[in-house]
């Protein structure tokens, strides 16, 4: 992809911050996250709140993030980028993190015990894509490597359909227990979609970098 035409101002680089850092509390909240996901089998229920506890936190950071960029946009007529653009990129970014919270909210509250190869493998392939959003959105501003971490979100969303239909798959097969499969289902889901959605981050990057090429 071509580089972005200079056209920036300095003043406005307060965006691309803000964008850059809420990024790297998602991306620090998927570290907590896939921490939990590993551990989960040997921890206490009183070890896995506080590691629950740790990634709410990180939470509210990003939601307060958000509203500083949303509040941002009121008080700035100029943007650097499209005013849409960043509303939507600082929103999937905001679901991003709620969804880790969420899922790890319901291990708890499923009562879940053991963590299934598969869901592991799902939340493994999750966090390098997170970490890819993170690489894409620090590259905003000066988006010349842009394009790699780009490919490679699309290239883990692929992977994760796979590993999420074979999930699927066996979980109907193995299972007997109608209550754990619909447990297991929705978390299963909620990980797919964490992962889908950061496709729809690289979806309006690619938007922003072709706007302005």
Not at 172 to 198: C, M, Q, R, S, W
């Amino acid at each position: 992809m071509k580089r972005v035409i200079n056209f920036f101002m300095p003043k406005e680089d307060v965006f691309f911050d803000l964008l850059k850092k809420q990024s790297l509390t998602v991306f620090e909240a998927g570290k907590l996250f896939g921490k939990l996901m590993r551990d989960f089998d040997d921890l206490s229920l009183k070890e896995k709140q506080v590691r629950f506890k740790e990634i709410d936190k990180l939470e509210h950071e990003a939601d307060n993030l958000t509203h500083e960029t949303v509040k941002m946009l009121h008080k700035n007529f100029i943007t650097p980028i499209d005013r849409e653009d960043i509303h939507n990129l600082t929103e999937l970014l905001d679901d991003l993190i709620d969804l880790m919270e969420d899922i790890s909210r319901k291990l708890l509250q499923y009562g879940i015990e053991e963590i299934p190869k598969n869901l592991f493998d799902l939340s493994v392939i999750s966090l390098r894509s997170l970490h890819e959003v993170h690489n894409a959105v620090s590259c905003l501003k000066k988006p010349g490597s842009i394009g790699t971490h780009l490919i490679r979100i699309h290239e883990l969303e692929d992977e994760g359909d796979e590993v999420y239909y074979k999930a699927i798959t066996a979980l109907f097969k193995k299972e007997k227990n109608a209550v754990k499969i619909i447990k297991l289902k929705d978390l299963y889901e909620e990980v797919e979609t964490l992962l889908d959605k950061t496709q729809d981050v690289a979806c309006v990057i690619e938007g922003i970098v072709i706007k302005h090429a």
